[in-house]
Protein backbone atom coordinates (compact mmCIF):
# COMPACT_ATOMS: atom_id res chain seq x y z
CA UNK A 1 0.00 0.00 0.00
CA UNK A 2 1.36 3.36 -0.50
CA UNK A 3 -0.24 6.55 1.36
CA UNK A 4 0.75 9.66 -0.14
CA UNK A 5 0.38 13.18 2.58
CA UNK A 6 0.69 16.11 0.64
CA UNK A 7 4.06 16.05 -1.20
CA UNK A 8 5.36 12.74 0.75
CA UNK A 9 5.18 9.07 -0.13
CA UNK A 10 5.14 6.27 2.48
CA UNK A 11 4.77 2.53 1.57
CA UNK A 12 4.04 -0.67 3.46
CA UNK A 13 7.56 -1.12 4.40
CA UNK A 14 8.04 2.05 5.73
CA UNK A 15 4.49 3.28 7.22
CA UNK A 16 3.51 6.26 9.24
CA UNK A 17 3.34 5.92 12.79
CA UNK A 18 0.23 7.49 14.30
CA UNK A 19 1.33 9.56 17.80
CA UNK A 20 4.86 9.27 16.35
CA UNK A 21 7.83 12.11 17.09
CA UNK A 22 9.43 11.30 13.91
CA UNK A 23 9.85 12.98 10.74
CA UNK A 24 6.90 11.48 9.20
CA UNK A 25 3.63 12.09 11.16
CA UNK A 26 0.46 11.78 9.66
CA UNK A 27 -2.15 14.05 8.49
CA UNK A 28 -5.73 14.13 10.27
CA UNK A 29 -7.24 12.46 7.30
CA UNK A 30 -5.01 9.35 8.01
CA UNK A 31 -5.59 9.01 11.36
CA UNK A 32 -9.21 8.96 11.37
CA UNK A 33 -8.99 5.75 9.05
CA UNK A 34 -7.46 4.47 12.13
CA UNK A 35 -9.48 2.09 13.84
CA UNK A 36 -9.18 1.56 17.92
CA UNK A 37 -8.98 -2.09 18.08
CA UNK A 38 -5.67 -4.27 16.43
CA UNK A 39 -5.46 -5.34 13.31
CA UNK A 40 -6.65 -8.82 12.67
CA UNK A 41 -3.12 -10.74 12.28
CA UNK A 42 -2.03 -14.32 13.36
CA UNK A 43 -0.58 -12.70 16.19
CA UNK A 44 -4.00 -10.70 17.33
CA UNK A 45 -5.11 -14.99 17.20
CA UNK A 46 -2.24 -16.35 19.52
CA UNK A 47 -2.90 -13.29 22.10
CA UNK A 48 -6.94 -13.82 21.71
CA UNK A 49 -6.63 -17.54 23.00
CA UNK A 50 -4.08 -17.26 25.85
CA UNK A 51 -6.52 -14.04 27.16
CA UNK A 52 -9.38 -16.70 26.70
CA UNK A 53 -7.48 -19.37 29.01
CA UNK A 54 -6.38 -16.45 31.13
CA UNK A 55 -10.12 -15.51 31.32
CA UNK A 56 -11.33 -19.28 32.49
CA UNK A 57 -8.19 -19.79 35.08
CA UNK A 58 -8.80 -16.70 36.34
CA UNK A 59 -12.33 -16.47 36.50
CA UNK A 60 -12.31 -19.98 38.43
CA UNK A 61 -9.41 -18.24 40.83
CA UNK A 62 -12.12 -15.89 42.38
CA UNK A 63 -15.20 -18.20 42.01
CA UNK A 64 -13.82 -21.57 43.50
CA UNK A 65 -10.09 -21.47 44.74
CA UNK A 66 -11.00 -18.11 46.50
CA UNK A 67 -14.14 -19.46 47.32
CA UNK A 68 -15.82 -15.82 46.36
CA UNK A 69 -18.91 -17.69 44.58
CA UNK A 70 -20.26 -16.72 41.22
CA UNK A 71 -22.87 -13.90 42.09
CA UNK A 72 -19.29 -12.29 43.57
CA UNK A 73 -17.56 -13.00 40.78
CA UNK A 74 -20.07 -11.97 38.42
CA UNK A 75 -19.93 -8.22 40.47
CA UNK A 76 -16.44 -7.99 40.79
CA UNK A 77 -15.08 -8.94 37.23
CA UNK A 78 -18.81 -6.69 36.00
CA UNK A 79 -17.00 -3.55 37.33
CA UNK A 80 -13.50 -3.91 36.01
CA UNK A 81 -15.15 -4.74 32.68
CA UNK A 82 -17.08 -1.68 32.72
CA UNK A 83 -14.64 0.89 34.07
CA UNK A 84 -12.04 -0.60 31.18
CA UNK A 85 -14.64 -0.70 28.23
CA UNK A 86 -15.42 3.05 29.29
CA UNK A 87 -11.36 3.96 29.31
CA UNK A 88 -10.96 2.21 25.88
CA UNK A 89 -13.85 4.27 24.61
CA UNK A 90 -12.69 7.63 26.33
CA UNK A 91 -8.96 6.67 24.40
CA UNK A 92 -8.22 8.88 21.74
CA UNK A 93 -6.56 6.39 20.14
CA UNK A 94 -5.63 2.69 19.97
CA UNK A 95 -3.52 0.84 23.66
CA UNK A 96 -2.48 -2.37 23.04
CA UNK A 97 -2.57 -2.86 26.77
CA UNK A 98 -5.59 -1.13 27.31
CA UNK A 99 -7.33 -2.92 24.71
CA UNK A 100 -6.28 -6.45 25.67
CA UNK A 101 -6.76 -5.63 29.53
CA UNK A 102 -9.98 -4.91 28.49
CA UNK A 103 -10.40 -8.05 26.54
CA UNK A 104 -8.98 -10.21 29.43
CA UNK A 105 -11.57 -8.49 31.44
CA UNK A 106 -14.81 -9.74 29.63
CA UNK A 107 -13.16 -13.19 29.74
CA UNK A 108 -13.18 -13.62 33.22
CA UNK A 109 -16.76 -11.70 33.30
CA UNK A 110 -17.82 -14.14 30.43
CA UNK A 111 -16.40 -17.11 32.72
CA UNK A 112 -18.46 -15.72 35.88
CA UNK A 113 -21.92 -15.10 34.22
CA UNK A 114 -21.62 -18.13 32.03
CA UNK A 115 -21.11 -20.29 35.57
CA UNK A 116 -23.54 -18.04 37.36
CA UNK A 117 -25.98 -18.27 34.84
CA UNK A 118 -25.61 -22.31 34.51
CA UNK A 119 -25.34 -23.16 37.78
CA UNK A 120 -26.63 -20.72 40.40
CA UNK A 121 -29.60 -20.38 38.12
CA UNK A 122 -29.94 -24.02 37.27
CA UNK A 123 -31.29 -22.93 33.50
CA UNK A 124 -28.25 -25.71 32.40
CA UNK A 125 -25.55 -25.46 30.33
CA UNK A 126 -28.01 -26.23 26.99
CA UNK A 127 -30.19 -23.43 28.48
CA UNK A 128 -27.51 -20.90 29.37
CA UNK A 129 -25.94 -21.54 25.61
CA UNK A 130 -29.34 -20.65 24.04
CA UNK A 131 -30.01 -17.93 25.82
CA UNK A 132 -26.34 -16.18 25.26
CA UNK A 133 -26.64 -16.79 21.56
CA UNK A 134 -30.07 -15.09 21.16
CA UNK A 135 -28.02 -11.93 23.17
CA UNK A 136 -25.47 -11.97 20.81
CA UNK A 137 -27.29 -12.37 17.42
CA UNK A 138 -29.67 -9.58 19.04
CA UNK A 139 -26.36 -7.50 19.68
CA UNK A 140 -25.28 -8.17 15.75
CA UNK A 141 -28.39 -7.13 14.57
CA UNK A 142 -28.68 -4.06 16.07
CA UNK A 143 -25.07 -2.91 15.15
CA UNK A 144 -26.23 -4.29 11.89
CA UNK A 145 -29.34 -2.23 11.44
CA UNK A 146 -27.62 0.94 13.28
CA UNK A 147 -24.31 1.08 10.83
CA UNK A 148 -25.11 -1.40 8.18
CA UNK A 149 -22.34 -3.17 9.06
CA UNK A 150 -20.39 -5.22 11.81
CA UNK A 151 -16.75 -5.27 10.45
CA UNK A 152 -14.23 -4.33 13.08
CA UNK A 153 -12.46 -2.58 11.40
CA UNK A 154 -15.40 0.71 11.41
CA UNK A 155 -15.00 0.70 15.48
CA UNK A 156 -13.56 4.01 15.52
CA UNK A 157 -16.37 6.14 17.35
CA UNK A 158 -17.63 5.68 20.28
CA UNK A 159 -21.66 4.30 19.33
CA UNK A 160 -19.75 1.64 17.03
CA UNK A 161 -17.09 0.82 20.02
CA UNK A 162 -20.60 0.34 22.90
CA UNK A 163 -21.57 -1.90 19.85
CA UNK A 164 -18.47 -3.99 19.62
CA UNK A 165 -17.69 -4.45 23.48
CA UNK A 166 -21.34 -5.64 24.06
CA UNK A 167 -20.95 -7.95 21.45
CA UNK A 168 -17.71 -9.34 22.32
CA UNK A 169 -18.64 -9.09 26.25
CA UNK A 170 -21.66 -11.75 24.52
CA UNK A 171 -19.30 -13.77 22.17
CA UNK A 172 -17.27 -14.51 24.82
CA UNK A 173 -20.00 -15.67 28.04
CA UNK A 174 -21.51 -17.53 24.83
CA UNK A 175 -18.27 -19.52 24.57
CA UNK A 176 -17.66 -20.14 28.01
CA UNK A 177 -20.96 -21.83 27.92
CA UNK A 178 -20.25 -23.93 24.93
CA UNK A 179 -17.47 -24.98 25.85
CA UNK A 180 -18.91 -26.32 29.27
CA UNK A 181 -22.18 -27.78 27.52
CA UNK A 182 -19.70 -29.64 25.17
CA UNK A 183 -17.15 -31.42 27.95
CA UNK A 184 -19.64 -31.89 30.15
CA UNK A 185 -23.25 -31.93 28.68
CA UNK A 186 -22.32 -34.37 25.66
CA UNK A 187 -19.95 -35.91 27.95
CA UNK A 188 -16.94 -35.24 25.44
CA UNK A 189 -14.07 -34.04 28.23
CA UNK A 190 -11.75 -31.49 27.93
CA UNK A 191 -9.24 -33.18 25.82
CA UNK A 192 -11.69 -34.10 22.87
CA UNK A 193 -13.83 -30.58 23.77
CA UNK A 194 -10.60 -28.54 22.72
CA UNK A 195 -9.78 -30.67 19.35
CA UNK A 196 -13.63 -30.47 18.29
CA UNK A 197 -12.89 -26.16 18.72
CA UNK A 198 -9.57 -26.31 16.92
CA UNK A 199 -10.72 -28.61 14.21
CA UNK A 200 -13.40 -26.23 14.05
CA UNK A 201 -11.22 -23.59 13.66
CA UNK A 202 -9.56 -24.76 11.24
CA UNK A 203 -12.30 -25.05 9.08
CA UNK A 204 -12.54 -21.43 9.36
CA UNK A 205 -9.09 -20.93 8.68
CA UNK A 206 -10.21 -23.02 5.10
CA UNK A 207 -13.11 -21.10 4.54
CA UNK A 208 -11.16 -17.92 4.57
CA UNK A 209 -8.21 -19.04 2.13
CA UNK A 210 -10.24 -21.13 -0.34
CA UNK A 211 -13.70 -19.71 -0.29
CA UNK A 212 -15.61 -16.47 -0.82
CA UNK A 213 -17.15 -16.09 2.58
CA UNK A 214 -17.90 -12.96 4.43
CA UNK A 215 -14.90 -11.63 6.08
CA UNK A 216 -16.82 -10.03 9.08
CA UNK A 217 -19.02 -13.83 9.41
CA UNK A 218 -15.73 -15.45 10.00
CA UNK A 219 -14.14 -13.30 11.68
CA UNK A 220 -17.15 -13.64 14.63
CA UNK A 221 -17.39 -17.16 13.99
CA UNK A 222 -13.63 -17.23 14.57
CA UNK A 223 -13.92 -15.17 17.77
CA UNK A 224 -16.63 -17.33 19.06
CA UNK A 225 -14.92 -20.40 19.01
CA UNK A 226 -11.61 -18.99 20.13
CA UNK A 227 -13.28 -18.51 23.65
CA UNK A 228 -14.38 -22.19 24.04
CA UNK A 229 -11.04 -23.27 23.09
CA UNK A 230 -9.78 -21.23 25.72
CA UNK A 231 -12.32 -22.27 28.20
CA UNK A 232 -11.67 -25.97 27.16
CA UNK A 233 -8.18 -25.85 28.09
CA UNK A 234 -8.47 -23.69 30.81
CA UNK A 235 -10.42 -26.47 32.69
CA UNK A 236 -7.97 -29.12 31.48
CA UNK A 237 -5.35 -27.01 32.88
CA UNK A 238 -7.09 -26.29 36.53
CA UNK A 239 -10.02 -29.01 36.87
CA UNK A 240 -9.35 -32.61 39.30
CA UNK A 241 -7.94 -34.80 38.30
CA UNK A 242 -10.97 -37.26 38.73
CA UNK A 243 -12.54 -35.08 36.10
CA UNK A 244 -10.48 -35.04 33.09
CA UNK A 245 -8.16 -32.14 34.02
CA UNK A 246 -4.68 -31.55 35.08
CA UNK A 247 -5.63 -30.02 38.87
CA UNK A 248 -2.51 -27.67 38.22
CA UNK A 249 -2.69 -23.91 40.28
CA UNK A 250 -5.35 -21.71 39.12
CA UNK A 251 -3.41 -18.40 40.68
CA UNK A 252 -0.21 -19.85 38.89
CA UNK A 253 -1.53 -21.32 35.83
CA UNK A 254 -3.32 -17.47 35.19
CA UNK A 255 -0.33 -15.96 36.24
CA UNK A 256 2.16 -17.69 33.80
CA UNK A 257 -0.28 -17.02 31.15
CA UNK A 258 -0.54 -13.55 32.24
CA UNK A 259 3.31 -13.23 31.53
CA UNK A 260 3.55 -14.89 28.04
CA UNK A 261 0.56 -12.28 27.15
CA UNK A 262 2.97 -9.64 27.95
CA UNK A 263 5.79 -10.72 26.53
CA UNK A 264 4.00 -11.43 23.30
CA UNK A 265 2.65 -7.57 23.13
CA UNK A 266 6.17 -6.74 23.18
CA UNK A 267 7.51 -8.99 21.12
CA UNK A 268 4.66 -8.66 18.69
CA UNK A 269 3.77 -4.98 18.50
CA UNK A 270 0.13 -4.44 17.89
CA UNK A 271 -1.58 -2.12 15.15
CA UNK A 272 -4.68 -0.75 14.70
CA UNK A 273 -6.87 -1.46 12.16
CA UNK A 274 -7.67 0.75 9.41
CA UNK A 275 -11.01 2.08 8.78
CA UNK A 276 -12.43 0.40 5.49
CA UNK A 277 -14.66 3.90 4.34
CA UNK A 278 -11.30 6.32 4.60
CA UNK A 279 -9.99 4.43 1.97
CA UNK A 280 -9.37 6.08 -1.77
CA UNK A 281 -10.65 9.21 0.09
CA UNK A 282 -8.52 12.32 -0.19
CA UNK A 283 -5.43 12.99 1.87
CA UNK A 284 -3.74 16.52 2.18
CA UNK A 285 -2.87 17.92 -0.97
CA UNK A 286 -5.43 16.71 -2.88
CA UNK A 287 -4.08 13.24 -3.51
CA UNK A 288 -5.64 9.74 -2.83
CA UNK A 289 -4.74 7.46 0.53
CA UNK A 290 -4.30 3.91 -2.34
CA UNK A 291 -4.18 0.53 -0.40
CA UNK A 292 -2.95 -1.82 -3.33
CA UNK A 293 -4.37 -4.84 -4.23
CA UNK A 294 -4.60 -7.10 -0.75
CA UNK A 295 -7.35 -10.26 0.40
CA UNK A 296 -9.73 -9.04 2.59
CA UNK A 297 -8.98 -9.06 6.22
CA UNK A 298 -11.10 -11.46 8.55
CA UNK A 299 -12.76 -9.18 10.09
CA UNK A 300 -13.96 -7.09 7.19
CA UNK A 301 -15.92 -7.15 3.58
CA UNK A 302 -13.45 -4.36 2.12
CA UNK A 303 -10.97 -6.02 -0.26
CA UNK A 304 -8.59 -3.31 0.66
CA UNK A 305 -8.72 -3.10 4.73
Same mark, same amino acid.
Given at each position: ????????????????????????????????????????????????????????????? +?????? &?????? @? %? $? =?? !????????????????????????????????????????????????????????????????????????????????????????????????????????????????????????????? +?????? &?????? @? %? $? =?? !?????????????????????????????????????????????????????????????????????????????????????
Amino acid at each position: MTVVVGQRRFTNSQPPVLGSDGPCPMNDVTKQALSKVPAVTLGFWVIKILATTLGETGGDT +VTMTLD &WGYLAG @V %T $L =FG !VVLVALVVAQISAKRFYPILYWATIVASTTFGTTLADFADRSLGIGYTGGSLLLLCCLLATLGLWHRSEGTVSVNTVSTPKVEAFYWATITFSQTLGTALGDWLADTRGFGYERGALVFTAALVA +VVALYY &WTGVSR @V %T $L =FW !VAFILTRPLGATVGDFIDKPVADGGLALSRPLASAVIAAIIVALLVVLPQRPGRHPGQEGRTAAGGQSVGAGDRQPAPGSDNPNP
